[in-house]
């Protein structure tokens, strides 16, 4: 079982940019496939963006498109979350989530077994 923690989160002017990380412990990260989700206040839990075991395969939310890069370092056992060009609608709760099912990607929530706390941002207008 591996937990994950989250880090990087803070508050950010619009169109700034900040730099997630998830730190995994306890399990063999190379075997999960990685997502990062987030909630807005008062809404549901969103797909932000996942990536392969290889890190060779990536997708996005659309919302973030252009916008969002996901990255792993397998020899640290981190993933990130690279935002730029951050606008307010991007505040929300920030979590990272490990699939070990799947060497590819996935958008859906129930896929993910193990979850982090949650980092917060917050994008000033």
């Known amino acids: 079982q591996v937990h994950l923690v989250e880090s990087g989160g803070g508050l950010e002017q619009t169109g700034g940019s900040l730099r997630l990380s998830c730190a995994a412990s306890g399990g063999t990260f190379v075997r999960y496939s990685m997502g990062w989700f987030r909630q807005p206040p008062s809404k549901e839990r969103e797909f932000v963006a996942a990536?392969?075991?290889?890190?060779?395969?990536?997708i996005y939310g659309d919302s973030v498109k252009g916008r969002f890069t996901i990255s792993r370092d397998n020899t640290k056992n981190t993933a990130y979350l690279q935002m730029s060009s951050l606008k307010p609608e991007d505040t929300a709760v920030y979590y990272c989530a490990a699939d070990p099912d799947r060497a590819s990607v996935s958008r859906a929530l129930s896929n993910y077994d193990y979850w982090g706390p949650g980092t917060q941002v917050t994008v000033s207008s």
């Open positions: 990536i392969s075991r290889s890190g060779v395969t990536t």
